[in-house]
């Protein structure tokens, strides 16, 4: 077997001779068409930056790498250390084949199961459910958390063919899948139909697919009637537009221009269908440096992501191996490489719908998204629906036959291509339902961001300071736009002479009680807008920052009577109305009619006195994220409250 059949072979016996032998190999299906078969050797590398896209010559290589969750410690996130290996297979030989003669070839007698169920009953799941919301997003957390739980069996069976068995299973009884695969390799295999790519970087163009929303299609399958109760859901719409920001956040830092959204769209599975949006910039990066800096998907952590990630192991109490990683499959690009780009493409899909075999142990992982309108049995329910595919595969539940797409009515020329099945996203009440979401979203974000033209402040330059929530991101390629030369700079290495000196400081958002000084970031945080303040020199202060600012000025500070995370409101700023996305669980709050506290302008809600914004002679600050993709009038209020800031103190 050397480089790639020039069509798709029907005899794996090369397959299964490899399996018997216990080479190291993956399979990959993902197309319609083919399987591709990897074989080559094992590396295990300790970082992203190690792993070896050329040979000892120099030469590029080709990767499949395993990432494991664990690798968030490279980003200074918490995690459980379980040691998991970020698994490299240099791939040194492929080969494609049909993927319907495989369907035909490939075992298919049910692998035996003992001892299985969920490690964590459904009462106590919902138990969990409960202390996240009120515990974590209640507390000012957060906007989101992935909470896993793991359905465990023993495997008496020989590990590569109970792979070989769940792989071919998956692919008759799994559609709409990213990737299908098995990987196998020594002491661990991994086998799974991934909904989802986390990040792919093809010829320079980065691509992120976020997807959210889980539709569990009723007995008889989906109906244009149900699917369009589910898509009306508040609850669901919110949880997509959260992980559609916290994405946008990563492709600020990775992609030049920031990133351009499409969709949304729906994918649809043989059990599920989600909704999703396409993520797309343009990035000179390393493609393990993309990664690193994407690591890892919202829709399997939550947001923001470095305090998510200590939420997830305050909760679930063992580590998650795979689970959440990615698959990421490094190719040497054949093109001529310009210069400064990178020499390989990547695609990535998140490892989940995936089960683990270890030592005989099965695990399959699942989590439910956890927002402010959760019902705790409402997300038990998502776990199940979320793992029926890959435990139907696997034969711990009955394997179901789901109802197939109906076929075109009317009369078919003898002549056409054989007609495709209809899909859900074909009835144009379902399409126009999906196009309605994108009224509510900021321009900014859907229109194309090739090119920065001279904005109002070009030539000045800012200073932002990251609490720990990457908003910073977004908010620093607006304030791009807007002209600024802008540095983001985290809380922990922001020094005294750069708020001194910066021509504007950006203080940002981040997690957590703004009343609570008991953690450095908190009295850093606190340190950064008083100083700066006292200098009287332009400041604008985000979210908890203005929260900060606003206790400064002894306004007082309140917890929320329900969080308002991924919530979008049109307020009024002074004398402006304004369209605005909040993430916030704490608000500045003053008397009803107030409008001005010292020397403090302020716009509030007539009835209940949240705070939205403040000016005065050298600051501005608001509560809502301007950046954000459900502030509307963002960029609009954002060149406001700058012009605010930089109004002389002497005004």
Not at 412 to 437: C, E, F, K, V, W
Not at 532 to 553: E, T, Y
Request: with cysteine.
């Amino acid at each position: 077997m050397t480089g790639s059949a020039p069509t798709p072979p029907n005899d794996l016996a090369v397959l299964l001779d490899i399996a018997a032998r216990g080479i190291p190999f993956a399979l990959l299906a993902r197309d319609s068409a083919t399987i591709e078969l990897l074989t080559g050797d094992i590396v295990d590398v300790d970082l992203l930056a190690d792993i070896p896209l050329e040979d000892e010559r120099g030469r590029p290589q080709e990767v499949l790498a395993l990432v494991p969750f664990r690798q968030v410690r490279e980003r200074g996130f918490e995690c459980h250390d379980d040691g998991a290996p970020l698994r490299c297979l240099i791939v040194r030989d492929r080969a494609l084949f049909d993927r319907a003669a495989a369907l035909e070839q490939l075992p298919s007698a049910a692998i035996p199961l003992a001892d299985a169920g969920f490690d964590i009953a459904d009462d106590d799941y919902a138990a969990i459910v409960r202390r996240v919301i009120a515990d974590e997003i209640g507390h000012g957390e957060g906007a989101n958390f992935v909470i896993r739980r793991d359905f465990t069996a023993n495997v008496a069976a020989d590990a590569a063919t109970a792979a070989l068995t769940w792989f071919r299973a998956l692919l008759e009884h799994e559609r709409g899948a990213y990737w299908t695969f098995a990987i196998v390799t020594p002491g661990h295999v991994a086998v799974g139909a991934s909904p989802e790519a986390h990040v792919s970087a093809r010829d320079g163009i980065v691509t992120m697919n976020p997807i959210s929303g889980t539709f569990r299609h009723p007995a008889g399958g989906a109906t244009t009637e149900t699917l369009t109760e589910f898509l009306q859901s508040t609850k669901e719409t919110e949880e997509l537009f959260m992980v559609v920001d916290e994405e946008l956040k990563m492709m600020s830092a990775v992609c030049s221009d920031g990133g351009r959204i499409t969709g949304p769209h729906l994918k649809e599975m043989s059990r599920l269908t989600h909704t999703e949006y396409v993520l797309r910039g343009r990035s000179r990066l390393d493609p393990r440096a993309i990664l690193r800096e994407t690591m890892f998907a919202p829709t399997v952590t939550g947001s923001p992501m470095q305090n998510a990630c200590t939420v997830i192991s305050r909760h679930e109490l063992t580590p998650r191996g795979y689970y959440s990683g990615v698959a990421a499959l490094f190719t040497p690009r054949t093109d001529a490489v310009l210069a400064g780009e990178s020499t390989h493409d990547l695609d990535a899909p998140i490892l989940i719908r995936t089960a683990y075999l270890v030592d005989g142990r099965l695990r399959v992982p699942v989590g439910a998204t956890l927002v402010r309108h959760s019902d705790p049995f409402g997300e038990v329910s998502e776990t199940h629906g979320k793992a029926a595919g890959v435990l139907g595969a696997i034969g711990a539940i009955p394997r179901d036959h789901p109802v197939e797409p109906a076929l075109p009515s009317g009369p078919i020329d003898g002549d056409a291509p054989a007609p495709q099945p209809r899909t859900l996203a074909d009835d144009p009440d379902i399409a126009a339902l999906l196009a309605s979401r994108n009224a509510r979203l900021a321009a900014f974000w859907l229109n194309p961001q090739d090119s920065i033209v001279a904005g109002p402040f070009q030539g000045r330059t800012a200073v932002v300071v990251d609490a720990e929530d990457r908003f910073t991101t977004m908010l620093s390629h607006q304030l791009r736009h807007l002209g600024l030369d802008v540095r983001i700079v985290p809380w922990n290495e922001v020094t005294d002479a750069q708020i001194d000196d910066a021509e504007l400081i950006v203080s940002g958002p981040g997690p957590g009680d703004p009343r609570d000084p008991g953690t450095a970031r908190m009295r850093r945080m606190r340190e950064v807008v008083a100083r700066r303040h006292a200098s009287g020199r332009p400041l604008l202060a985000v979210c908890l920052s203005h929260q900060i600012l606003a206790d400064s000025l002894g306004i007082e500070l309140a917890p929320l009577d329900a969080p308002h995370q991924g919530l979008q409101k049109t307020v009024d700023l002074f004398g402006m109305p304004a369209s605005i996305g909040f993430y916030n669980t704490f608000t500045a709050r003053v008397p009803a009619g107030v409008s001005a506290v010292g020397v403090a302008e302020v716009a509030a809600d007539p009835t209940t006195g949240d705070v939205y914004a403040m000016r005065g002679p050298g600051f501005a600050s608001v509560q809502g994220h301007l950046e954000s993709i459900l502030s509307r009038d963002g960029m609009t209020t954002l060149e406001r409250l700058v012009t605010a800031a930089f109004s002389p103190v002497d005004a």
